[in-house]
């Protein structure tokens, strides 16, 4: 029973890691390279503003923008 959970879990991940990047495709450039660089580079806020030369403010909206859209459509996927 365990191994059946554990082959599921790997499953359910690898099908909602293939569903986060496809659907990256489709974000605005700002906000996919914001994104990208928070949660696959683990970059705070702050250095992904430095990295971009944009505003602390900036990058925090486009995050913002970019996980709200993530969110939405992974909702809206697992719904259906």
Known sequence: QNAMYGKLKDFLANE????????????????RTT??????????????AE??????RTAECHLFLARKD???FITYFWAC
């Not at 909602?16 to 906000?31: G, Q, W």
């Not at 990295?51 to 602390?56: E, K, N, Q």
């Open 35 to 48: 994104y990208h660089l928070s949660l696959y580079d683990g970059l705070s806020v702050s250095e992904i």
């Open 51 to 56: 990295r971009l030369h944009i505003s602390y």
């Open 70 to 72: 993530m969110r939405h």
């Open 16 to 31: 909602l890691a293939a569903l986060i990047n496809s659907r990256m495709k489709h974000l605005p450039d700002k906000r």
